[in-house]
């Protein structure tokens, strides 16, 4: 099925992999940070990790990020796809879930949600990512910003029901959790606020975290914290 921009069998292709960060991309066919999915292996349940460049781990190598890191768990029944994609907005999330369905056919969904002022400007021939700076943005508010983020999280929980999937919601950089009613959520830590922080057992002790190669994303230190961040809670349930 195929409509527009729209479809359960196609995923968008990223055009453009960052290059010259001094970062080791490997990437697939269609610039996604993961491997072929054609033909599919057999035998695992096959789960996507969806969100924008803090997904795909933009200015870091390929075992440097936080998707990377989640997906070394449970790997005897868990099989992970990076399906981060640079620039990406809420509205791009969730036409990316829906092109993997037939390719994929995803059993579990890891959100890890952009910041919600960014949409998706729909094109005849192509797609734009408009961030909150662009002119076409000047009417939209923290309200509309709100509302647009909940009814992607809507087409996410309704996917969820329809193809019996667990979800799981994380944020990049600030939380917009208020109204959300899901099960696995992680609320108040984010990619962007887990460093610095303070070790448990020595209060004086601060952990301070470095920039990625590309000087602009979060250092693998983030990376690293928020993945244990979010295996402490939800590692149990990722099976």
């Not at 990512?129 to 509309?144: A, C, I, P, V, W």
């Amino acid at each position: 099925m195929k409509f527009g921009h729209f479809s359960d069998k196609e995923l968008p292709p990223i055009t453009e992999v960052p290059a010259n960060d001094g970062a080791t991309y490997t990437v697939n066919s269609n610039g996604y940070r993961c491997p072929e999915w054609s033909p599919m292996p057999d035998g695992k349940k096959n789960a996507v990790i969806l969100g924008c460049s803090h997904v795909f781990g933009q200015g870091l190598n390929d075992d440097e990020h936080w998707a990377h890191r989640i997906s070394q768990h449970n790997t005897k029944r868990i099989r992970y796809w990076n399906l981060g994609s640079p620039g990406a907005s809420c509205d791009k999330v969730v036409r990316i879930l829906y092109g993997s369905e037939k390719i994929i056919d995803p059993r579990i969904i890891i959100v890890c949600w952009p910041e919600r002022s960014r949409r998706e400007h729909l094109l005849d021939q192509k797609t734009v990512n408009l961030h909150g700076r662009d002119e076409e943005m000047r009417f939209e508010t923290d309200e509309t910003d709100q509302q647009n983020f909940l009814k992607n999280v809507f087409f996410v929980e309704k996917y969820a029901e329809r193809m019996n999937c667990k979800t799981f919601h994380c944020f990049s950089a600030d939380s917009y959790h208020e109204g959300m009613n899901v099960e696995h959520i992680l609320e108040e830590q984010t990619l962007t606020n887990c460093w610095p922080w303070w070790h448990k057992y020595n209060q004086r002790d601060l952990h301070l975290g470095t920039k990625a190669r590309d000087g602009k994303h979060h250092g693998a230190e983030h990376h690293q914290r928020f993945a244990e961040l979010f295996l402490d809670l939800f590692g149990n349930s990722l099976k």
